[in-house]
């Protein structure tokens, strides 16, 4: 009669389960002394003149990436190892290539392919404002497979890199602040035109500015009003705050000199029986 030998089960059971504690809590230490000490190492680099610190931060968080793949890669071949399934017979018989397109990882090939060479090409970085795949954002990380970029309205976008056939960074120099604003047909061109210089005058010596703003003049007639632009060069991300500034003191200014902004008027009329 086949009989259990419990003894021999207990004990092969504790040997396993040991090794797998110590395995997770060996893979629990390892790993954040590793990104520790690669955050270290990128910091250092700062200090050299021809790394910036948005591509620092970049090759950190790649780094980090590839780190917990590896870490990830490591951890579950000595978990086959620990409880007796060898799996180098089948590696070397399908090979890591083979195997992968078994498990359609084709996408992982081409996103790993792509990301390369953005990086490589330093088409964006960390902290950049870009449009990519349709999207609009402030990048926050660049990785092996996917690129994750933060919409404004605090959305965060998982775009796979293999999807970035075309990149828009507009954090690349300077960028331009533009203000339209429409006067109405019977106020005075010239006199507007002053108020506005004047308003420009206010900020040229803004931090934010580095030239102008400038008043260019009558860019279009609409409808019911003559639109006027003004434009500069500021620091990157700073457009959309001087925009909204001078769009303030435009409204105070004008509300000063009685001159009026057009806006769309609704009458009603009502036909007695």
Known sequence: MFRFDWDYILTQTVQVGGKLVILIIAFLIISPIAKRAISRLINKSTSNKNVSQARAITLEKLLINILSYTLIFVFIVMFFG??????????????????????????LV???????????????????????????????????????????????????????????????????????????????????????????????????FVEGPDVL??????????????????????????????????KEAFDAHNIDIPYPHQVNITKES
């Open 110 to 208: 081409s996103d790993i392919v792509t990301g390369f060479f953005i990086l490589l090409e330093k088409q964006i970085d960390v902290g950049d404002y870009v449009t990519v795949a349709g999207y609009d954002g402030i990048v926050e990380e660049i990785g092996l497979r996917t690129t994750q970029i933060r919409g404004f309205d605090g959305t965060l976008h998982f775009v796979p890199n293999r999807e970035i056939s075309g990149v828009s960074n507009h954090s690349r120099g300077n960028m331009r602040a533009l203000v339209d604003i429409g006067i109405s047909y019977e106020d005075n061109i010239d006199q507007a035109i002053g108020v506005l210089k004047e308003i420009c005058n206010e900020f040229e010596n803004d931090e934010r």
């Open 82 to 107: 620990i409880i007796d399934i060898n799996i180098g017979p089948l590696l070397a018989s399908a090979g890591v290539i083979g195997l992968a397109v078994a498990f359609g990882a084709q996408g």
């Open 217 to 250: 003049g009558v860019q279009s007639f609409g409808s019911s009003e003559v639109v006027l632009r003004v434009i500069g060069k500021t620091e990157n991300m700073a457009q959309w705050g001087a925009e909204r500034d001078i769009r303030k003191r435009i």
